[in-house]
Protein backbone atom coordinates (compact mmCIF):
# COMPACT_ATOMS: atom_id res chain seq x y z
CA UNK A 1 0.00 0.00 0.00
CA UNK A 2 2.78 2.37 0.84
CA UNK A 3 4.34 2.27 -2.81
CA UNK A 4 0.97 3.32 -4.17
CA UNK A 5 0.39 6.16 -2.05
CA UNK A 6 4.32 7.15 -2.85
CA UNK A 7 2.97 7.10 -6.64
CA UNK A 8 0.15 9.20 -6.29
CA UNK A 9 1.90 11.89 -4.15
CA UNK A 10 4.46 11.77 -6.72
CA UNK A 11 1.63 11.74 -9.67
CA UNK A 12 -0.17 14.44 -7.67
CA UNK A 13 2.91 16.82 -7.48
CA UNK A 14 2.99 16.94 -11.54
CA UNK A 15 -0.94 17.57 -11.65
CA UNK A 16 -0.42 20.53 -9.48
CA UNK A 17 2.06 21.61 -12.12
CA UNK A 18 -0.38 21.58 -14.94
CA UNK A 19 1.69 18.53 -16.18
CA UNK A 20 0.56 15.50 -17.27
CA UNK A 21 1.93 12.17 -14.80
CA UNK A 22 5.15 10.60 -16.60
CA UNK A 23 5.11 7.49 -18.59
CA UNK A 24 6.70 5.43 -16.20
CA UNK A 25 4.75 7.16 -13.07
CA UNK A 26 1.51 6.33 -14.74
CA UNK A 27 2.79 2.78 -16.24
CA UNK A 28 3.86 1.15 -13.16
CA UNK A 29 0.67 2.32 -11.38
CA UNK A 30 -1.76 1.04 -14.36
CA UNK A 31 0.07 -2.55 -14.79
CA UNK A 32 0.62 -3.31 -11.72
CA UNK A 33 -3.38 -3.08 -10.77
CA UNK A 34 -4.14 -4.72 -14.59
CA UNK A 35 -1.98 -7.37 -14.00
CA UNK A 36 -4.16 -8.04 -10.45
CA UNK A 37 -7.36 -8.34 -12.54
CA UNK A 38 -6.06 -10.74 -15.63
CA UNK A 39 -9.24 -12.47 -15.94
CA UNK A 40 -11.23 -9.61 -15.59
CA UNK A 41 -13.02 -7.48 -18.17
CA UNK A 42 -11.95 -3.83 -18.61
CA UNK A 43 -12.54 -0.79 -18.77
CA UNK A 44 -10.09 1.82 -19.31
CA UNK A 45 -10.41 6.05 -19.38
CA UNK A 46 -7.08 7.77 -20.88
CA UNK A 47 -5.08 5.00 -20.44
CA UNK A 48 -2.68 4.17 -23.01
CA UNK A 49 -1.94 8.05 -23.60
CA UNK A 50 1.33 7.44 -25.43
CA UNK A 51 3.25 4.79 -27.87
CA UNK A 52 5.31 3.67 -23.94
CA UNK A 53 2.12 2.90 -22.23
CA UNK A 54 0.38 1.13 -25.09
CA UNK A 55 3.48 -0.98 -25.81
CA UNK A 56 3.97 -2.29 -21.66
CA UNK A 57 -0.14 -3.04 -22.43
CA UNK A 58 0.33 -5.10 -25.17
CA UNK A 59 2.78 -7.41 -22.89
CA UNK A 60 -0.30 -8.32 -20.40
CA UNK A 61 -3.21 -7.88 -22.92
CA UNK A 62 -4.52 -7.81 -26.71
CA UNK A 63 -7.19 -5.07 -26.54
CA UNK A 64 -10.79 -5.56 -28.29
CA UNK A 65 -11.71 -1.83 -29.42
CA UNK A 66 -10.60 1.70 -28.36
CA UNK A 67 -12.80 4.25 -28.43
CA UNK A 68 -11.57 7.85 -29.53
CA UNK A 69 -13.30 10.62 -28.64
CA UNK A 70 -13.02 13.95 -30.85
CA UNK A 71 -14.09 17.10 -28.76
CA UNK A 72 -12.85 20.24 -30.24
CA UNK A 73 -10.15 21.53 -28.01
CA UNK A 74 -12.51 25.00 -27.30
CA UNK A 75 -15.04 22.55 -25.63
CA UNK A 76 -12.39 20.48 -23.73
CA UNK A 77 -10.87 23.65 -22.64
CA UNK A 78 -14.11 25.33 -21.37
CA UNK A 79 -15.38 21.96 -19.51
CA UNK A 80 -12.08 21.80 -17.56
CA UNK A 81 -11.17 25.44 -16.97
CA UNK A 82 -14.58 25.48 -15.60
CA UNK A 83 -14.61 22.80 -12.99
CA UNK A 84 -13.80 23.78 -9.24
CA UNK A 85 -13.37 21.13 -6.06
CA UNK A 86 -14.46 21.18 -2.56
CA UNK A 87 -10.55 19.95 -1.40
CA UNK A 88 -11.78 18.02 2.34
CA UNK A 89 -14.11 15.71 0.20
CA UNK A 90 -13.46 15.73 -3.02
CA UNK A 91 -16.85 16.68 -4.63
CA UNK A 92 -16.32 18.24 -7.94
CA UNK A 93 -18.40 21.22 -9.49
CA UNK A 94 -18.57 22.52 -13.01
CA UNK A 95 -19.73 25.99 -12.97
CA UNK A 96 -21.57 25.31 -16.90
CA UNK A 97 -23.84 22.34 -16.20
CA UNK A 98 -23.42 21.47 -12.22
CA UNK A 99 -22.56 24.51 -10.17
CA UNK A 100 -22.92 24.72 -6.57
CA UNK A 101 -25.88 26.26 -5.19
CA UNK A 102 -24.01 29.16 -4.15
CA UNK A 103 -21.27 30.55 -6.53
CA UNK A 104 -18.04 29.24 -4.89
CA UNK A 105 -19.27 27.44 -1.95
CA UNK A 106 -19.30 24.43 -1.39
CA UNK A 107 -23.11 23.02 -1.16
CA UNK A 108 -22.31 20.35 1.99
CA UNK A 109 -20.35 22.31 4.08
CA UNK A 110 -20.28 25.88 2.80
CA UNK A 111 -16.80 25.83 2.56
CA UNK A 112 -15.05 27.68 -0.40
CA UNK A 113 -14.71 25.90 -3.64
CA UNK A 114 -10.57 26.14 -5.33
CA UNK A 115 -10.03 25.58 -8.68
CA UNK A 116 -6.86 23.25 -8.47
CA UNK A 117 -3.59 24.92 -10.79
CA UNK A 118 -3.81 21.98 -13.65
CA UNK A 119 -7.43 22.93 -14.05
CA UNK A 120 -7.13 26.96 -14.70
CA UNK A 121 -7.18 27.56 -18.40
CA UNK A 122 -3.57 27.98 -18.94
CA UNK A 123 -2.28 24.70 -17.64
CA UNK A 124 -5.46 23.30 -19.11
CA UNK A 125 -4.45 24.64 -22.86
CA UNK A 126 -0.99 23.27 -22.42
CA UNK A 127 -1.58 19.84 -21.28
CA UNK A 128 -4.54 19.73 -23.74
CA UNK A 129 -1.46 19.92 -26.53
CA UNK A 130 0.81 17.79 -24.79
CA UNK A 131 -2.06 15.31 -24.49
CA UNK A 132 -2.75 15.41 -28.38
CA UNK A 133 0.53 15.08 -29.36
CA UNK A 134 1.55 12.25 -27.68
CA UNK A 135 -1.86 10.58 -28.29
CA UNK A 136 -1.91 10.73 -31.90
CA UNK A 137 0.69 7.95 -32.35
CA UNK A 138 -1.36 5.85 -30.29
CA UNK A 139 -4.59 6.51 -31.89
CA UNK A 140 -2.61 5.20 -35.50
CA UNK A 141 -1.48 2.33 -33.89
CA UNK A 142 -4.83 1.39 -32.99
CA UNK A 143 -6.16 2.12 -36.26
CA UNK A 144 -3.66 0.35 -37.86
CA UNK A 145 -4.73 -2.70 -35.92
CA UNK A 146 -8.24 -2.15 -37.18
CA UNK A 147 -9.63 -1.83 -33.18
CA UNK A 148 -10.09 1.94 -33.46
CA UNK A 149 -13.66 3.23 -33.59
CA UNK A 150 -14.04 7.42 -33.64
CA UNK A 151 -16.78 9.29 -32.64
CA UNK A 152 -17.03 13.17 -33.00
CA UNK A 153 -19.24 15.87 -30.87
CA UNK A 154 -19.24 18.53 -28.17
CA UNK A 155 -22.63 16.80 -26.11
CA UNK A 156 -22.11 13.71 -24.20
CA UNK A 157 -25.61 12.68 -24.63
CA UNK A 158 -25.54 12.91 -28.64
CA UNK A 159 -22.19 11.09 -28.42
CA UNK A 160 -23.12 8.18 -25.80
CA UNK A 161 -26.21 6.09 -27.92
CA UNK A 162 -23.69 4.93 -30.43
CA UNK A 163 -20.58 4.48 -28.17
CA UNK A 164 -23.49 2.26 -26.34
CA UNK A 165 -24.52 0.70 -29.33
CA UNK A 166 -20.68 -0.12 -30.53
CA UNK A 167 -19.98 -1.44 -26.47
CA UNK A 168 -23.64 -3.58 -26.78
CA UNK A 169 -22.61 -5.27 -30.18
CA UNK A 170 -18.60 -5.95 -29.15
CA UNK A 171 -18.93 -7.23 -25.81
CA UNK A 172 -21.26 -10.05 -24.69
CA UNK A 173 -23.57 -9.22 -21.81
CA UNK A 174 -21.42 -10.42 -18.83
CA UNK A 175 -23.20 -14.34 -17.36
CA UNK A 176 -24.52 -13.95 -13.56
CA UNK A 177 -23.25 -15.80 -11.18
CA UNK A 178 -25.44 -18.64 -11.01
CA UNK A 179 -24.73 -18.96 -14.83
CA UNK A 180 -21.26 -20.17 -13.84
Not at 40 to 46: I, N, P, R, T
Not at 96 to 109: A, L, Q, R, S, Y
Request: with cysteine; net charge neutral.
Amino acid sequence: MCCRKEVGVLAKQYLERGLLVPDHVITRVMMTELEKRRAEHWLLDGFPRTLGQAEALDRICELDLVISLHIPFETLKDRLSARWIHPASGRVYNMEFNPPHVHGIDDVTGEPLVQREDDKPEAVTARLRKYKDAAKPVIELYKSRGILHSFSGTETNKIWPYVYALLSNKIPPLRSEEEH
